[in-house]
């Protein structure tokens, strides 16, 4: 599943297409995906002006000027394609929705196993809405700091793996950069959250924050169905210390240690016993 850097890769490619252009005509190929569409979706997006795209957690944005904000999470294999108006459209397998814009170019929604959702939500409804109601602070903003994350640790009696992971404690972190981030901090996936201390958590904000702007300027991770709006991959995959890395050599350690993957709560965590404590 596309996880922050992914998704911020995604509205960095519609802006320059979608921004400042009027949807003429909004095609749905089904009624659903994980959710139905929105009733009387075409209805109300139509004529309407794209004035933003941004991103919160791992949901796209599309703000437009009449109130309503397109929201699309691409679930497992969602993938959004930017179609300049010179090349042309040929619907395939799986392009479930198609936005069609002023200056004719399109963006096409494909999602062959059906698990993303596409919601129409006005401004007012979006932070009132379940999927945002609850949700923690951004990894890049002020209010996600260490002091925070301490204090929120300190009612957790689970993993830190698994607290990392919960979207009401920071939004947007997915399994891969988790397992990223632990590594680079020394901290074994297997520690209790309330256990973390005060410094501890100063290190994660700043590894957090460094391992997703790395993976940004990367690209992002191509794993599976991953691509940019414009279909090449990301290349953060290469840089990855150990998730996916289970039996080999840990790369910072001078030892005979090799990485490990433990199953919590159905995910993988690839970590260093050495390393990590």
Do not use: W
């Not at 991103?55 to 394609?81: C, F, P, T, W």
């Not at 920071?170 to 590594?183: D, Q, S, W």
């Not at 996916?244 to 995910?267: H, V």
């Amino acid at each position: 599943m596309p996880e922050l850097p992914e998704i911020e890769i995604v509205c960095k490619g519609l802006a320059p297409a979608m921004i400042d252009r009027k949807i003429v005509k909004l095609k749905q190929n089904r009624k659903n995906l994980r959710i139905d569409f929105p009733e009387n979706f075409s209805d109300k997006v139509e004529g309407a002006k794209i004035i933003n795209i941004r991103r919160r957690a791992k949901y796209v944005l599309i703000e437009l000027d009449n109130n309503q904000i397109i929201v699309i999470h691409l679930g497992m294999s969602g993938v959004l394609k930017v179609i300049p108006s010179d090349e042309g459209y040929k619907h395939v397998k799986h392009d479930h929705m198609v936005i069609i814009l002023d200056d004719g170019g399109k963006v096409v929604l494909n999602d062959p196993r059906r698990f993303g959702l596409v919601m129409l939500l006005t401004n007012e409804e979006l932070e009132e809405h379940k999927s945002f109601s609850s949700m923690g602070p951004e990894p890049f903003s002020n209010e996600f700091n260490a002091s925070y994350l301490y204090e929120s640790l300190q009612k957790r009696q689970g993993v830190i793996k698994s607290a990392l992971l919960n979207q009401s404690l920071v939004a947007g972190l997915g399994n891969i950069y988790v397992c990223e981030v632990l590594y680079q901090c020394g901290i074994s996936p297997k520690r209790v959250s309330n256990k973390i201390t005060i410094d501890e958590c100063n290190l994660l904000v700043i590894s957090i924050r460094e391992i997703l702007d790395k993976a940004i300027k990367a690209g992002g991770s191509s794993l599976k169905d991953y691509r940019h709006t414009d279909g090449n991959l990301g290349y953060f995959q290469h840089q990855f210390a150990v998730y996916g890395k289970e039996g080999e050599k840990c790369p910072e350690c001078d030892c005979n240690f090799s990485i490990k993957r433990i199953n919590q709560s159905g995910r993988s965590s690839f970590y260093c016993e050495k390393r990590q404590k």
